[in-house]
């Protein structure tokens, strides 16, 4: 049976794909380094989804202080994944 996932997981979920997108068009071996930093910071995201305790991680920071207000910048595709999830943490996970 397939694993269900809530919305804030779905979410994750695809800011994690917008971000291995970003990661694939790399060819600088920091700029690779950083970006695997950020994907590893987006994952924990999606772990801690499963139990509803993704506002718990954030501490009161936003998804672009978790994440690197830098990197986030410098990569503007995955502001849309950045705001779907932070608008189903808004719906979805009371803290």
Do not use: C, F
């Amino acid at each position: 049976m397939p694993r269900q996932r809530n919305p804030v997981g779905i979410a994750a979920g695809k800011l994690i794909l917008a971000i291995q997108k970003e990661q694939s068009g790399l060819t600088d071996e920091e700029e690779i380094a950083i970006t695997r930093k950020i994907l590893d910071r987006a994952h924990t995201l999606l772990q801690a989804s499963r139990t509803s305790s993704v506002l718990n991680l954030l501490d009161g920071r936003s998804l672009h202080e978790y994440l690197g207000a830098d990197w986030v910048a410098a990569h503007p595709s995955v502001q849309s994944s950045i705001d779907v999830l932070t608008t189903e943490l808004r719906n979805n996970e009371h803290g």
